[in-house]
């Protein structure tokens, strides 16, 4: 078993969200404050290259489409931004929301010809980018949702996207936008498929609301973590859901790592896969099987260190695992959607970590 | 839970949050059934802690709980009987019943853990808190999760 790749970017200084680009050899992350950081990898490490500091207040969100090589960034100032690379440095476009609360999650479609951005406003807003007028544009997704919308997550054909509330429920929308997706339909999710359609509305069996939701990679299914400890799969607007209580704090960020295994990360700061075997989906196993303590040598190093760090002194406080607090947000990072080898968790400890998922030691676990 | 009925909405009520799963405000709804159902649950757990088959009593008492939009005068006579089976089991039996149990029952034992340690005047809380430890070493700390977030409450 190899251990994870860790990256100590900030002490006592949370990640919020992270987005790799394409060839992994830049990070955006947000570093718990207004700005968009961009580190780029030199040698083993990561060094910081640009800082985006349009937003106001807090960035909640920050996404990284691959091919066409811009950012998309959302705020509690209820404003995003999308960012794209010039050559020389990043070039900021105001997009319209026209939402009344913060913006609290945002993802770009997969044709990355249209993202959404999740918010407090009790909506989805849906942006395209008009050539007409040379601008953003979004569209709102309202009915039904009756609280703020924290997480969603886009179906591979560009079309249906789902969207986690706290409302405690997990809806799947259509997104289709007029004069720039093609006539849609769906075998799963419906025939007919104009803007906003409701296509399933899915809560867990104890409720709790939803932190995170990601659709299977073939989109045939979707899976919701929420706050009272479970983690439920749905496959379909009517067929019954799936949930499964953990033994665990709740998990706050997951994806599908394959058609048939979940990678949740949480308040636990271990990540955990989950697997289907058979026709049922279980939890297998922590992901980060802990760390050796070290020995106490170096004894004022350690303790200067541990100052720095924790601002105290004394005491045996690290927990038994690579990341030392919640993990906030968990991506994939090599592989295909399909099969996800390696992916990368940012957490409240100002930690970036890789994790190498075959040598992870539940590799022959998988399926 | 008083942060829970604070209501965020009223200046903007369209399309508001309803919470469903909060106790009825009428004691005519849903009550012809759910009460005898209760008053079922009462006579068996009665007979079967008095015949000694504690592990059967709390299987019992743990299937199918009014939890949710129940007149509040239903949950209490459904917490009393469960509370009453609860106490009566001895400490050593504890680990034994609660491996016996189901995850779903054992989140609604954890629930009406935490109800009955809320009057501690009525209910031994040293028993209870005997009961929370053995729960919590069966389920983990999910369990407790799901107590604090269901909003059924019972």
Not at chain 1, 324 to 345: E, M, P
Not at chain 2, 70 to 76: E, F, M
Request: hydrophobic share 40%; net charge neutral.
């Amino acid at each position: 078993m190899s251990s994870p790749e860790v990256h100590q970017l900030f002490y006592g200084q949370p990640i919020t969200t992270h987005a790799f680009n394409k060839d992994r050899t830049q990070v955006a992350l947000s570093p718990n404050n207004h700005e968009v950081q961009i580190w780029s990898k030199t040698g083993s490490g990561w060094t910081l290259s640009h800082t985006l500091a349009e937003h106001d207040k807090l960035v909640t969100s920050i996404d990284w489409a691959p091919n066409t090589n811009r950012i998309v960034s959302c705020s509690q100032d209820r404003n995003a931004y999308v960012w794209s690379w010039d050559g020389k440095e990043w070039k900021p476009t105001l997009v319209l929301l026209r939402i009344n609360r913060a913006a609290t999650f945002v993802r770009w479609s997969p044709a990355e010809n249209k993202f959404a951005v999740a918010s407090g406003a009790r909506l989805i807003a849906v942006c395209y980018f008009e050539e007409d007028n040379n601008w953003w544009v979004s569209k709102h997704i309202k009915k039904p949702i009756r609280s703020t919308v924290l997480s969603l997550d886009w179906h591979p054909d560009n079309i249906l996207l789902v969207a986690g509330s706290t409302d405690m429920k997990a809806r799947v929308f259509s997104a289709w936008i007029k004069g720039v997706d093609a006539k849609a339909s769906n075998p799963v999710w419906g025939e007919k498929l104009p803007f906003a359609t409701l296509c399933g509305e899915f809560g867990s069996e104890t409720g709790g609301w939803i932190h995170s939701v990601a659709f299977a990679p073939s989109g045939n299914a979707i899976a919701f973590a929420s706050h009272d400890s479970t983690l439920t799969i749905a496959t379909g607007p009517s067929n019954p859901i799936q949930t499964i209580p953990t033994f665990t704090l709740p998990l706050v960020s997951i994806i599908f790592a394959s058609e048939n295994s979940i990678i949740g990360v949480g308040h636990d700061c271990v990540p955990y896969l989950f697997a289907l075997r058979g026709a049922q989906w279980e939890l297998v196993d922590k992901i980060d099987k802990g760390q050796k303590k070290e020995l106490a040598a170096n004894t004022a190093f350690r303790k200067f260190q541990q100052m720095d760090s924790r601002a105290q002194a004394q005491g045996d406080v690290e927990l038994n695992s690579t990341h030392q607090n919640t993990i906030t947000s968990v991506r994939a990072h090599d592989g295909s959607a399909q099969n996800v080898s390696k992916f990368s968790t940012t957490g409240i400890d100002g930690k970036l970590v890789i994790w190498d998922l075959l040598s992870s030691g539940v590799a022959n676990l998988r399926l | 839970m008083s942060h829970r009925k604070v209501d965020v909405d009223f200046v903007d009520d369209e399309d508001a949050f309803v919470d469903e799963n909060q106790t009825a405000a009428s004691a005519t709804l849903y009550s012809a059934e759910a009460e005898s159902a209760v008053d079922a649950r009462v006579n068996d757990a009665r007979r079967l802690v008095s015949s000694g088959n504690m592990p059967a009593a709390v299987s019992r008492v743990l299937e199918n709980p009014p939890a949710g939009p129940y007149p509040q005068s239903l949950k209490d006579k459904n917490t009393a009987i469960v509370l009453e089976t609860l106490l009566a089991v001895r400490p050593n039996d504890m680990p034994a019943i609660v491996k016996s149990l189901s995850s779903t029952q054992l989140d609604t034992l954890m629930k009406y853990i935490y109800r009955g340690m809320a009057q501690p005047e009525a209910y031994n809380s040293g028993l209870l808190l005997t009961w929370h430890e053995k729960v919590t070493e069966a389920g983990g700390v999910g369990v407790i999760v799901r107590v604090l977030t269901d909003r059924k409450t019972v």
